[in-house]
Nanobody
Framework: QVQLVESGGGLVQAGDSLRLSCAAS????????MGWFRQAPGKERDFVAG????????YYADSVKGRFIISRDNAKNTVYLQMNSLNSDDTAVYYC???????????????????WGQGTQVTVSS
């Protein structure tokens, strides 16, 4: 498994932007499909965005499509989540996840991933 560490969370106002980063350890980062999930208090951990191993294809939940952009830099072992036009519904703990075996799709689930970061809090004030 790859070790993942998220950063970049914080408190922002509605309409602001924020970029999350997830740094991965190890030499096989480009073997992992990467994803971002989020979990609001009292709710399930939901899929936000995913990206294929070489970054050629991205996937998004309908709730963030057109506002969030996932990207990766395999030379830096890092995956990013650029979040624009944030609103209060985006408030959650955001988790980075990786999988060597999952087939990328728009239906990525929490159980598809076996490597997880510790999460970073994003709070959007209205």
């Amino acid at each position: 498994q790859v070790q993942l560490v998220e950063s970049g969370g914080g408190l922002v106002q509605a309409g602001d932007s924020l970029r999350l980063s997830c740094a991965a350890s190890g030499r096989t980062f480009n073997a992992y499909v990467m994803g971002w999930f989020r979990q609001a208090p009292g709710k399930e951990r939901d899929f936000v965005a995913g990206i294929t191993r070489l970054g050629g294809i991205t996937y998004y939940a309908d709730s963030v499509k057109g506002r969030f952009i996932i990207s990766r830099d395999n030379a830096k072992n890092t995956v990013y989540l650029q979040m624009n036009s944030l609103n209060s519904d985006d408030t959650a703990v955001y988790y980075c996840a990786g999988s060597r075996t999952v087939v990328p799709s728009t239906n990525l689930r929490r159980t598809d991933f076996d490597s997880w970061g510790q999460g970073t809090q994003v709070t959007v004030s209205s």
